[in-house]
């Protein structure tokens, strides 16, 4: 397995080549970017709802996320199933998250990555079980759990109902739907994307008896799907730029270190100008993680708080 910083190397160097791919001018006719007997060709007053140019653009995301720790743990194939909260391990924990997307009007690849951890104590109750050995009187606990993560997505756009283009494989129109009045616009498209996901999890638990742990690393991948709905409203409501609504998740297995995951992301965006646009929003990631009888079926769940710079 990589070293996590050559992971995220890697990622931002495909995302480079991909923008510098798009931005390779091809043949015209014209001298205006369109491909000299092109069918695709429409009028140049047209203007694209997202108003992204077409060698593509970088968004950077950073910012807050307040998630809580919730699931179960154990530790041995015999060891009793503790609940987080049980284990006080479920206070909200602000961590520090951060992605990196290039985007064109059809494809937006990201990378991302944080780091949470949290700790708690608990009085264990009598009869239970804990890495092979049974308590038999109350015992007190300190527990911790400790995670790390560095993710790459590609999303594909499949449609776009209001765009002058609704499809890659459909031709422009000349009068798109999403033109509204004075001056404003909208545009809703739908994804397909693929999540890759390096995870690394720790849970430890620590008596008088001794201390147990279950470390453990995966890499994930996943597909699924996501939203995005932009309203621009010009002269409707000066004071704001743009609005915009995102949502998108994935499912998949976790690979190397048997199990699963789930990504959830939701947010909305106010656009104060062209470069930068508040974000608030949810994020969600549930893994099912099992090794050697140790067992990790939870995951991070919270608020998050920030901003986005384009540029």
């Known amino acids: 397995m990589k070293h996590p910083a050559q992971l995220a190397l890697a990622f931002a160097a495909w995302a480079f080549a991909l923008s510098a791919a798009a931005q390779e001018p091809a043949p015209t006719s014209s001298g205006q970017g369109i491909p000299a007997g092109s069918s695709l060709a429409v009028d140049a007053s047209l203007k694209f709802a997202w ?11 950073l910012g807050a996320w307040l998630p809580r720790f919730e699931g179960t743990l154990r530790w041995g194939g015999t060891g009793t199933e503790f609940e987080a909260s049980d284990l006080d391990l479920d ?61 790459g997505q590609v999303a594909v756009t499949l449609w776009r109902p209001f765009a002058p283009q609704t499809a890659l494989w459909n031709e422009p129109v000349a009068s798109p739907r999403g033109i509204g ?59 704001m730029h743009g609005l915009d609504v995102v949502a998108s998740a994935a499912v998949g297995p976790a690979l190397l270190g048997g199990g699963s995951f789930v990504q959830v992301e939701a947010a909305v965006e106010w656009e104060v100008c062209r470069n930068f ?35």
């Not at 508040?278 to 919270?302: C, H, I, P």
């Open 51 to 61: 108003e992204v140019p077409a060698r593509g653009e970088w968004d950077l995301v």
């Open 91 to 151: 206070d909200l924990e602000a961590t520090f998250a951060g992605d990196l997307s290039w985007r064109n009007e059809w494809v937006r690849a990201t990378i991302g990555g944080f780091d949470f951890s949290t700790s708690g104590a608990a009085i264990l109750p009598a009869g239970s079980a804990v890495g092979g050995t049974t308590l038999n009187l109350a015992t007190a606990a300190d527990t911790a759990a400790s995670m790390w993560s560095v993710s």
């Open 181 to 239: 009045p004075r001056g404003s616009s909208v545009d809703l498209s739908f994804e397909a994307l693929l999540a890759l996901r390096y995870l690394a999890l720790e849970q430890s638990l620590t008596t008088a008896s001794g201390r147990v742990a279950f470390d453990q690393t995966a890499f994930c991948v996943g597909i699924g799907g996501g939203m995005r709905f932009r309203w621009l409203p010009a002269e409707v409501f000066p004071p």
């Open 277 to 311: 646009a508040a974000r608030f929003g949810y994020r969600l990631l549930d893994w099912t993680l099992e090794s050697d009888g140790d067992r990790s079926v939870a995951g991070l769940q919270g608020l998050f708080v920030g901003g986005r710079i384009s540029f």
